[in-house]
């Protein structure tokens, strides 16, 4: 099993949907991270959250420690938030990564 | 832009050779992250360098070899390649050492061994 899990995979969903992104992890974390892959390659750090929520624009962040869980948001989704999302946490001494979420947005 | 810069964007060789990737971290971050992504797979975290120092390492074969000069640029070494080391190589740098921070990534190298 791996150590940070998410899903769903792969999604896609209509333009102006509530996407939810879902991360779950097994180790002890002080930090997630979550990023977000263009089709270009290029990765941007979105959000690092320790606890509660986050919010930037059209995107929210929230993490709950006990449940070793984190949700990444995006209301009024648009094609242009089509990319990969990861969610990485801080363990004992590197990030470990999740293996990614897809997101399609059609118009 | 993130301010990491990765050259060269591409690079296509031979298995058997051996090629160097370079990075140069924002301005005034300590510490630089390698990290190598196959193709549609997630990112593999490679080695991590502070201030010229080897912090961390990931899942880095022999084969590979990285360092990080005086002018905290760094340089990836990829030798005795294989067609399986074809993939992404992302720099990444933040303000210290600490998980913590902000990772901020380079554009990446796409290596191409034929």
Same mark, same amino acid.
């Given at each position: 099993k791996?150590?940070?899990?998410q899903s769903?995979?792969n999604?896609t ?6 996407i ?5 992890y097994s180790?002890?974390i002080?930090?997630?991270h979550?990023l ?5 390659g290029?990765?941007?750090s ?11 624009g059209?995107l ?21 938030d ?12 590197q ?13 | ?22 990075c140069?971290?924002?301005?005034g ?12 797979? #997630? ?8 201030? #010229?120092?080897?912090?961390?390492k990931?899942?880095?074969l022999?084969?590979?070899s990285?360092?990080?000069?005086p002018?905290?640029h ?16 992302f720099c ?5 050492g ?7 990534? #380079? ?8």
């Amino acid at each position: 099993k791996n150590e940070v899990e998410q899903s769903p995979q792969n999604l896609t969903a209509q333009e102006g949907e509530f996407i939810t992104i879902n991360c779950s992890y097994s180790v002890g974390i002080s930090a997630l991270h979550w990023l977000q892959q263009h089709p270009g390659g290029g990765i941007v750090s979105l959000f690092m959250l320790s606890s509660g929520k986050k919010k930037h624009g059209r995107l929210i962040a929230t993490i709950n420690i006990q449940e070793k869980h984190s949700s990444l948001h995006i209301t009024a989704s648009h094609p242009r938030d089509s990319a990969v999302y990861i969610c990485a946490v801080t363990g004992s001494y590197q990030l470990i990564w999740g293996a990614g979420t897809k997101l399609i947005i059609k118009p | 832009d993130s301010g990491v810069t990765q050259t060269p964007k591409h690079l296509i060789t031979a298995t058997g050779q051996r090629v160097t990737l370079r990075c140069s971290p924002r301005s005034g971050d300590l510490s630089v992250y390698w990290y190598q992504q196959s193709l549609d797979q #997630g990112l593999q975290f490679l080695i991590q360098y502070y201030n #010229g120092e080897e912090r961390a390492k990931g899942n880095i074969l022999e084969r590979f070899s990285a360092q990080q000069f005086p002018d905290l640029h760094s340089e990836l070494n990829l030798s005795s390649l294989e067609l399986g080391d074809s993939a992404l190589y992302f720099c990444a740098s933040s303000v210290d050492g600490s998980y913590y921070n902000e990772q901020f990534f #380079g554009p990446g190298t796409r290596l191409t061994v034929l």
